[in-house]
C-alpha cells in the first residue's frame, strides 16, 4: 500500500471539486437555455436584447460542464441564440442610427452654447443658455465614443457663460454699494449746506455737488427713490433759502428806492428827506 503525497491528496481534492461545479454549472445551463427559448415569445425587442446579453453573459461564468451532457445544452442554447439574434440585431442598428441623430442634434447645441458663453446681454443669454440646458437633457444617449467629448464641451461653454455672469455680478453688486455709499455722502453734504448761513457760497457749492451726482452710477431699486428725495429735498431748502433772501433784498432795495424818489413836485430847490417829513 503506497502511501499518497500531499500533492496528489490536494490534485484529487481540487478534482473532485471541479466535478461538483461542473454538475452544479448543468443545472444552471438548463435554466439558461429555457430562459432564452422563452425570449421568442416577447413582443419588445429592447427588452428580448437586454435579456440576451445577461443571458450570454451569465452563460459564460458557468460554461465548464461534463462534456457529455453539456454538447447537448450547447446545441439547444445555439439554436435559441440564434432564433432571437436577428431581431437584437436589428434594434441595436435601430439604435445606432438614433444614436448618431442624437449626436447631430448635441452639437448643433454645442454650437450655439459657444456662440453665446461670451456674450455681455446676460438677461436674453441666460434664458437662451437654460433653454438649450433643457433641450441637452431631452436628447438621447450618443454613440459611447463621443458621449464624454460632447459632454465636456457643452458643460465648458455653460460654465463659461454662467461663470462670467457670476463675475459681472459680483462687480455690479460692489459698484452698487460703492454708489450708495457715495450717494449717502452727497445727500449729507447738501444737508450741511442747507444749514450754512453762506447761502451764495451754497448756491455755489450745490451745483458742483449736483454736478457730481449725475455721473456717480445708479443704486439699487428699492433705495433709489428715497435717496434721490432726500437729496432733492436738500437742494430745495437750500434753493428756498436764497429766494427768500433774494425776496428780502429786493424788498429792502424798493422801499429804499422809494423813500430816496419821495419829493415835491411843484418845489424847484431840492429838500433833504428829513426836512420834507418835518415840513409834513
Known amino acids: 500500500f503506497k502511501q499518497k503525497t500531499a500533492y496528489e491528496i490536494g490534485v484529487r481534492l481540487v478534482g473532485s471539486e471541479m466535478c461538483i461545479r461542473d454538475r452544479a454549472n ?6 439558461l437555455c429555457a430562459k432564452l427559448e422563452s425570449l421568442s415569445s416577447l413582443s419588445d425587442d429592447a427588452e428580448v436584447s437586454k435579456q440576451l446579453k445577461s443571458i450570454m453573459s451569465q452563460w459564460r461564468q458557468v460554461s465548464n460542464v461534463p462534456r457529455a ?5 450547447r446545441k439547444r442554447f445555439q439554436i435559441a441564440h440564434d432564433s432571437v439574434f436577428p431581431r437584437c440585431q436589428a434594434h441595436e442598428i435601430a439604435k445606432q442610427k438614433e444614436r448618431e441623430i442624437n449626436l447631430d442634434l448635441r452639437v448643433e ?13 446676460w438677461l436674453r443669454t441666460v434664458k437662451k443658455m437654460t433653454e438649450l440646458q433643457v433641450q441637452w437633457k431631452s436628447i438621447g444617449p ?39 455709499k457715495r450717494k449717502e455722502e ?9 444749514d450754512s448761513p453762506d447761502v451764495v457760497g451754497s448756491i455755489k457749492s450745490v451745483k458742483k455737488v449736483q454736478a457730481e451726482w449725475k455721473v456717480v452710477g445708479s443704486v439699487q431699486r ?28 429786493l424788498a429792502k432795495e424798493a422801499v429804499e428806492l422809494s423813500l430816496i424818489h419821495i419829493s415835491e413836485p411843484t418845489r424847484r430847490t431840492p429838500i433833504s428827506y428829513a426836512v420834507f417829513c418835518l415840513k409834513k
Not at 26 to 31: D, F, H, M
Not at 69 to 73: A, D, F
Not at 236 to 244: C, G, K, T
Request: net charge positive; with cysteine.
Open 69 to 73: 451532457q453539456g454538447e447537448s445544452l
Open 26 to 31: 448543468l443545472g444552471v445551463q438548463e435554466n
Open 186 to 194: 452727497l445727500c449729507l453734504k447738501v444737508e450741511e449746506l442747507a
Open 142 to 180: 450618443v454613440p459611447y465614443k463621443d458621449q464624454k467629448e460632447t459632454w465636456s464641451r457643452f458643460r465648458e461653454a455653460c460654465n463659461t457663460f454662467f461663470s462670467r455672469r457670476k463675475e459681472d455680478l459680483a462687480r455690479r453688486k460692489k459698484d452698487l454699494r460703492g454708489n450708495l
Open 222 to 249: 428699492k433705495q433709489h427713490e428715497a435717496l434721490l428725495r432726500r437729496f432733492q429735498v436738500g437742494c430745495d431748502a437750500i434753493y428756498q433759502r436764497a429766494h427768500d433772501l433774494e425776496a428780502a433784498s
Open 109 to 121: 447645441l454645442i454650437q450655439k452654447a459657444e456662440a453665446l458663453m461670451m456674450s455681455t446681454d
